[in-house]
């Protein structure tokens, strides 16, 4: 075999890298590496090739190969995307977009309701701008053909506020000329309205300008990086999308499949624990039967994803177990005392690697209550009301209750005990839960040890084939597939 028939997939993490050398005939890993992620110092110190520089050494020494294969990546260092969400009103089209902002792979850092004054309000984007700091500003309002004021108002604000970043801009599609003249001279995208119509959300169009303004703008912006590899490599030309957007990807190319003869898992939900955040992908059909008798503002998708930003095993670990604590979500292994100060440990400690059993034992109290409010968060309630025009569904959240395959995703997880898994879903997976949550309740449960999912996103466009065989081996490490 020879190099062209291997690449390499790298994640830079916001606080590991991770390469894994592909051979992309078989769709299998063949070797993989990590390292910490070095961000430039203010002193100008550091630089994020520094770790894959080093992920690429441990390649090579394990498969001289890796030296000359081609790269593919995604990023999340940095801060990953940051993206403020303007829409008309809270419920709708601002909601719309935060849901397509999240499935886009960035965070949302605020969200502002232009409609909820019909006067000019500069002053609220220029606080927005200073408080949250985000990469991009998604500009949503008005259904196509219907009310353009707001959108013309908010365009017109963000301008007078002094914003000077891209904007993509996903409203009402008969106002986009007007809009584009108003940002003409800052950096922007026209793309598909997020509500086109009352009662639908069509993400696409947003979610794939939110990837061009991304790797057009914003990974340069975040000047990560000031030289090249010693192949001649730059960040910026690795780098094909946010992580949690090539991950989304590859929870799509898996649960969908390529086509009949090729097919997916079925319904599938991802949840990653991280430092900072948990996040939960989910790829779920939705019954139109259901959907039909279903009370939602919003309309759902089937992919989405959410982030908590209160919940993770390190900067978040207080909040995660404080946010437990609170709302009941999972039983804990650990006292809660016990578990707050090693919460606190961590919060201040973010480097910190346990090595006791009792120090195991918190981490994985910590990524229990992360992973039960996590899923609780994305997956709500259900009730069943009658009203006057008949019985409705009353839902706050996805439901995953027929959801086939649960894929569990972190370090935690993936460098745990025996055993691990199993303890951090307790609670949240199962046909007997209580409280009404719409939890999975036969899913099959696995982890993603070898961090396939974000290789699976990088390698759909261009070797869909490669990408189909390595997500089934998720499922199926030992498959024949070739």
């Given at each position: 075999m020879h190099s062209a028939d291997l690449t390499i997939c790298v994640d830079f993490g916001s606080t590991f890298t991770k390469a894994s050398l592909v051979d992309l005939a078989e769709g299998?890993?063949?070797?993989?590496?990590?390292?910490?992620?070095?961000?430039?110092?203010?002193?100008?110190?550091?630089d994020v090739l520094d770790a894959y520089d080093a992920c690429l050494a441990a390649l090579v020494a394990t498969d001289p190969r890796a030296a000359d294969a081609p790269v593919l990546a995604c990023s999340s260092a940095g801060g990953g995307l940051r993206i403020a969400v303007v829409g008309n009103e809270e419920l709708v089209t601002a909601e719309a977009g935060r849901r397509v902002a999240l499935s886009s792979g960035g965070k949302v850092v605020g969200v502002v309701a232009a409609g909820a004054s019909r006067?000019?309000?500069?002053?609220?984007?220029?606080?927005?701008?200073?408080?949250t700091r985000p990469d991009v500003v998604l500009l949503t309002g008005g259904t196509d053909g219907g009310n353009s004021e707001v959108l013309l108002r908010a365009a017109a604000d963000l301008v007078d506020s002094g914003w000077s970043g891209p904007v993509v801009v996903a409203g009402n599609a008969e106002a986009a000329a007007e809009v584009a003249a108003v940002l003409a001279d800052v950096p922007h995208v026209i793309t598909d309205n997020v509500v086109p119509r009352i009662?639908?959300?069509e993400p696409a169009g947003a979610r794939a300008a939110i990837r061009e303004v991304f790797l057009s703008h914003v990974i340069g912006g975040k000047h990560l990086s000031s030289r090249t590899t010693a192949r001649g490599d730059t960040f910026v030309a690795m780098v094909r999308g946010a992580t949690p957007d090539v991950v989304l990807t590859g929870v799509?190319?898996?649960?969908?499949?390529?086509?009949?003869?090729?097919?997916?898992?079925?319904?599938v939900v991802v949840v990653d624990v991280g430092g900072a955040t948990t996040d939960v992908h989910s790829v779920v059909e939705v019954d139109p039967e259901d959907a039909g008798?279903?009370?939602?503002?919003?309309?759902?998708?089937?992919?989405?994803?959410?982030?908590?930003?209160?919940?993770?095993?390190?900067?978040?670990?207080l909040s995660t177990v404080e946010a437990d604590a609170s709302q009941g979500a999972g039983p804990g292994a650990t006292p809660h005392e016990e578990l707050l100060a090693a919460a606190r440990r961590r919060?201040?400690?973010?480097?910190?690697?346990?090595?006791?059993?009792?120090?195991?034992?918190?981490?994985?109290?910590?990524?229990?209550?992360?992973?039960?409010?996590?899923?609780?968060?994305?997956?709500?309630?259900?009730?069943?009301?009658?009203?006057?025009?008949?019985?409705?569904?009353?839902?706050?959240?996805?439901?995953?209750r027929e959801v086939d395959l649960l894929v569990g995703s972190g370090g935690v997880l993936r460098?745990?005990?025996e055993g691990v898994s199993e303890r951090v879903l307790a609670g949240s997976v199962g046909a007997d839960l209580e409280g009404g949550w719409q939890l999975p309740e036969r899913a099959r449960v696995v982890v993603d040890t070898a961090y396939v999912l974000a290789a699976v996103g990088?390698?759909?466009?261009?070797?869909?084939?490669?990408?189909y065989r390595l997500a089934r081996r998720l499922i199926d490490p030992v498959a024949d597939l070739v």
């Amino acid at each position: 075999m020879h190099s062209a028939d291997l690449t390499i997939c790298v994640d830079f993490g916001s606080t590991f890298t991770k390469a894994s050398l592909v051979d992309l005939a078989e769709g299998r890993i063949v070797a993989a590496a990590e390292h910490p992620t070095t961000l430039p110092s203010a002193s100008g110190e550091g630089d994020v090739l520094d770790a894959y520089d080093a992920c690429l050494a441990a390649l090579v020494a394990t498969d001289p190969r890796a030296a000359d294969a081609p790269v593919l990546a995604c990023s999340s260092a940095g801060g990953g995307l940051r993206i403020a969400v303007v829409g008309n009103e809270e419920l709708v089209t601002a909601e719309a977009g935060r849901r397509v902002a999240l499935s886009s792979g960035g965070k949302v850092v605020g969200v502002v309701a232009a409609g909820a004054s019909r006067v000019p309000q500069p002053a609220v984007y220029r606080d927005l701008r200073h408080t949250t700091r985000p990469d991009v500003v998604l500009l949503t309002g008005g259904t196509d053909g219907g009310n353009s004021e707001v959108l013309l108002r908010a365009a017109a604000d963000l301008v007078d506020s002094g914003w000077s970043g891209p904007v993509v801009v996903a409203g009402n599609a008969e106002a986009a000329a007007e809009v584009a003249a108003v940002l003409a001279d800052v950096p922007h995208v026209i793309t598909d309205n997020v509500v086109p119509r009352i009662g639908v959300l069509e993400p696409a169009g947003a979610r794939a300008a939110i990837r061009e303004v991304f790797l057009s703008h914003v990974i340069g912006g975040k000047h990560l990086s000031s030289r090249t590899t010693a192949r001649g490599d730059t960040f910026v030309a690795m780098v094909r999308g946010a992580t949690p957007d090539v991950v989304l990807t590859g929870v799509e190319l898996l649960a969908n499949g390529l086509d009949s003869e090729r097919p997916g898992a079925g319904d599938v939900v991802v949840v990653d624990v991280g430092g900072a955040t948990t996040d939960v992908h989910s790829v779920v059909e939705v019954d139109p039967e259901d959907a039909g008798l279903s009370r939602e503002v919003v309309a759902t998708t089937p992919v989405t994803r959410t982030v908590e930003g209160d919940l993770g095993m390190r900067w978040s670990a207080l909040s995660t177990v404080e946010a437990d604590a609170s709302q009941g979500a999972g039983p804990g292994a650990t006292p809660h005392e016990e578990l707050l100060a090693a919460a606190r440990r961590r919060t201040e400690d973010p480097a910190f690697v346990p090595a006791t059993d009792a120090e195991l034992d918190a981490d994985e109290a910590i990524a229990r209550a992360a992973v039960g409010l996590a899923l609780r968060r994305h997956a709500g309630r259900s009730k069943v009301v009658v009203g006057p025009s008949g019985r409705v569904v009353e839902r706050s959240g996805k439901d995953l209750r027929e959801v086939d395959l649960l894929v569990g995703s972190g370090g935690v997880l993936r460098h745990g005990r025996e055993g691990v898994s199993e303890r951090v879903l307790a609670g949240s997976v199962g046909a007997d839960l209580e409280g009404g949550w719409q939890l999975p309740e036969r899913a099959r449960v696995v982890v993603d040890t070898a961090y396939v999912l974000a290789a699976v996103g990088l390698l759909a466009d261009a070797h869909p084939e490669a990408a189909y065989r390595l997500a089934r081996r998720l499922i199926d490490p030992v498959a024949d597939l070739v």
